[in-house]
């Protein structure tokens, strides 16, 4: 009897000790990726017309970042759709809450803006777009 509480202690701990890492990783890591990106961001990308503009608001950047794996792709949509690469269906300049509400936590520019040109495509207002990809991106 006294061998098997022996036994059972650490195999308990060691089981306990496992599912924590499972539960708090992934949170650890994300938070790794949306510091990687926001620091990529600031003072590096301008977030407006303004080219010397590149202080952001902090809460903008971590909305940008929120969610990603990818930390470069964020950062890499806003600049090309604010470089005029994509028209939102009433032109190619973006306010730049948009193009935050479109990359916002994005893994892949290229398909998020892509994403996009198709939902504009399609005649999807480009609200409607910009929720359409925001989901697809979250379903990836």
């Known amino acids: 009897m006294k061998l098997q509480h022996t036994l059972v202690r650490p195999l308990l701990f060691v089981c306990l000790s496992a599912v924590s890492v499972l539960l708090i990783a ?9 510091q990687q990106c926001f620091e990529d961001i600031q003072g590096k990308l301008p977030w407006n ?3 010397n ?3 952001w608001d902090p809460e903008n950047i971590k909305q940008l970042c929120k969610g990603t794996t990818q930390p470069a792709e964020p950062r890499k949509c806003f600049s090309s759709i604010r470089s005029g690469h994509v028209n939102w269906g009433g032109g190619t300049d973006w306010e730049w809450k948009n193009i935050i509400n479109l990359c916002s936590g994005t893994n892949n520019a290229d398909k998020t803006a892509e ?3 198709n939902g504009i495509s399609a005649k999807k207002d480009w609200r409607d777009a910009i929720l359409l990809c925001q989901r697809s ?3 990836k």
């Open 53 to 55: 503009n590149l202080n």
């Open 26 to 34: 992934p949170s650890a890591m994300a938070n790794e990726h949306e």
């Open 137 to 139: 991106e979250a379903n």
């Open 115 to 117: 994403c996009f040109k």
């Open 49 to 51: 017309d303004d080219n």
